[in-house]
């Protein structure tokens, strides 16, 4: 069991561009989530998962993000057009998720710090 | 639209002593409540879980007691340590909407030796 892996850890980028983050989840764990972490804040929910189906959105999700999860094993989430307040910590985390079972503990990678000038 | 409201924001406690933590919920359909701890530049690390379905659970020195009608959990902290300094939080979720965790805002504890 190796964990979340995040990369990078940390991007600095200037307002206006494109970021792309990459998240591998624990091998046999078929959800994977997507979270946003600001300063003195708990992560807020982004987007998740189930193998390779996008199954729900947040509200917070704009249009300038976009989230895949091609082969159902790792997970890219792609900002466009960045903006100032898209300055936060993105998690990802996965769990394993049984059909008419109870859901299972997620587990969070160490997230990418976005830093936007 | 803040589903889970956690006090206090800070807390200072001394080495030895019970680092309490409380959260309050809205939504009744919640059916898991894990706890979370985090390192600063680190991701949160699953402490300790409860369903519905009991009132208190302990592992080692961590207890949460939950109170269904009163909608609210709590994390005990026994024995508090310099190395539990850290960011607590509490989170919820419902298992039939994909388990998305809705989290609180957090908790700095500090422990002195």
């Known amino acids: 069991d190796t964990g979340v892996s995040q990369n990078p850890r940390h991007k600095i980028t200037k307002r206006g561009q494109n970021v792309t983050f990459r998240c591998d989840p624990i091998s046999e764990h078929n959800r994977l989530y997507w979270y946003r972490q600001t300063l003195g804040q708990g992560p807020e929910f982004l987007t998740y998962f189930q193998n390779e189906a996008q199954l729900e959105k947040s509200r917070l999700l704009s249009d300038r993000f976009s989230a895949e999860r091609p082969k159902g094993s790792f997970s890219t989430l792609e900002i466009q057009r960045t903006e100032q307040g898209d300055s936060a910590m993105y998690l990802c985390a996965s769990s394993f998720h049984r059909d008419r079972g109870r859901g299972q503990p997620q587990h969070f990678g160490d997230g990418t710090r976005l830093s936007i000038l | 639209q803040q589903q889970v409201k956690q006090s206090p924001q800070s807390l200072i406690v001394q080495k030895g002593g019970i680092s309490i933590i409380n959260c309050a919920y809205e939504?009744?359909?919640?059916?898991?409540f894990p706890w979370y701890q985090q390192f600063p530049g680190k991701g949160p690390a699953l402490l300790i879980a409860i369903r519905p379905d009991v009132s208190e659970k302990k592992e080692g020195r961590f207890t949460i007691s939950f109170n269904k009608s009163a909608k609210q959990f709590s994390l005990h902290i026994m024995d508090s340590q310099p190395g539990d300094s850290a960011t607590y939080f509490c989170?919820?979720?419902?298992?039939?909407?994909?388990?998305?965790?809705?989290f609180g805002q957090g908790t700095e504890l500090s422990v002195k030796p």
């Open positions: 939504n009744t359909a919640f059916d898991y």
């Open positions: 989170a919820a979720s419902r298992d039939n909407q994909g388990g998305k965790l809705i």
